[in-house]
């Protein structure tokens, strides 16, 4: 499972209101999305400031968050990969809030 976050995310808001940031985000989103759907990833779920996706194999996983790094702003998006055992039958998959370096890969 790959989570990706925002970094910073309410300090922007505050810092740039509303209205940019909702364009920054909305911006970010549409490069990690093209970049889930080279590598085969699917979004389960839009987090607000980051998106949680699953995909077939941990190469393409980890692969698709390189690229996220690399066409995103890098410092904006923090990627964060983990083997998708994370799942628990009847519940959401979850993602614990990204800990790591703007522009870096957890």
């Known amino acids: 499972?790959?989570?990706?976050?925002?970094?910073?995310?309410?300090?922007l808001m505050d810092k740039h209101g509303d209205r940019l940031w909702d364009e920054h985000r909305r911006a970010?989103?549409?490069?990690?999305?093209?970049?889930?759907?080279?590598h085969g990833g699917t979004e389960?779920?839009?987090?607000?400031?980051?998106?949680?996706?699953?995909?077939?194999?941990?190469?393409?996983?980890?692969?698709?968050?390189?690229?996220?790094?690399?066409?995103?702003a890098p410092t904006a998006a923090c990627c964060g990969c983990s083997p998708c055992d994370q799942f628990e039958p009847g519940r959401p998959p979850f993602c614990n809030d990204a800990v790591g370096t703007p522009g870096g890969l957890m």
């Open 28 to 38: 970010l989103f549409a490069v990690l999305r093209e970049a889930l759907e080279a």
């Open 1 to 11: 499972m790959m989570c990706t976050d925002l970094v910073g995310s309410t300090s």
């Open 44 to 72: 389960v779920k839009n987090t607000g400031d980051g998106l949680m996706a699953v995909f077939g194999s941990v190469i393409d996983m980890v692969e698709c968050a390189a690229a996220m790094q690399l066409t995103a």
